[in-house]
């Protein structure tokens, strides 16, 4: 009896935290989610998985998590992803906040350096509602090296609490064979006391941070040379 009040407790406030959670990946798998279909935990990683993916790494008052949450996912296949190619991404949607700003991001390097390759200013999930699953394209750059990646989706919010997310997945980018990436370095605002604020101004058509994003600083990655083999053989596993 007092096991299963324990588990009920558990479970309930679980649903509690996901209720009031606001958005994270569903398509690609985001790092350690709790998703069917996504890489599960190995042995003794269970106690790993993040029941929570849709929180935000941090507020304007504080940071939460580290940028992209956690320092691995679990093993398991990666979707592959052309150069060029056009993805729709799937959102699971807690709270929208009437939508925000989104920079995608790749990461060849584990998340030391990001370089983000496509912004959606404002209106980045505007027309998405509470509870739903949205989709969100957006097109790898037709000369991104070949390789496994992390894809970093950093979000501010236009309404409430000013937050930053950053949901992040495990890939491998199909395309040139070493070479660079170039783009501009990710705004981390509403992420800790010194960062940048965004206000909630941007619906009423106020100021929306455009200052700060401008201001984003110019960055090259060089990846190295991968063997086609290699991405032969992710594509396979793939496959299963
Ligand atoms: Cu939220």
């Known amino acids: 009896m007092k096991s299963f009040l324990a588990t009920t407790l558990v479970l309930f406030s679980s649903f509690a935290l996901l209720a009031e959670a606001h958005i994270s990946f569903r398509f690609p798998c985001p790092r350690r989610g709790s998703f069917w279909d996504c890489p599960q935990p190995g042995p003794g990683e269970w106690g790993l998985v993040d029941y929570d993916s849709r929180s935000p790494v941090g507020t304007h008052d504080r940071i939460n998590n580290p940028i992209c949450k956690w320092p691995s996912g679990f093993k398991g296949p990666r979707p592959v992803f052309k150069a060029g190619e056009t993805v729709k991404a799937t959102m699971d949607i807690g709270a929208y906040h009437k939508g925000g700003s989104c920079q995608w991001a790749l990461s060849y390097d584990n998340g030391t350096n990001w370089v983000v390759f496509q912004d959606l200013f404002r209106t980045c999930m505007a027309d998405a509602s509470n509870g739903v699953q949205y989709t969100l394209p957006f097109t790898i750059p037709a000369n991104a090296p070949s390789g496994n990646a992390i894809l970093n989706l950093y979000w501010n919010n236009n309404e409430g609490n000013r937050e930053l ?55 090259s990655v060089s990846v190295p040379p991968v063997t086609k083999r290699h991405i032969f053989r992710r594509r396979l596993e793939n496959n299963n």
């Open 165 to 219: 997310y950053s949901s992040c997945s495990d890939v491998t980018i199909d395309g040139k064979n070493g070479g660079t990436l170039s783009g501009v370095a990710p705004l981390l605002a509403n992420y800790g006391p010194g960062s940048p604020l965004i206000k909630e101004a941007a619906l009423a058509g106020g100021d929306w941070g455009k200052q700060h994003f401008d201001a984003r600083k110019p960055i």
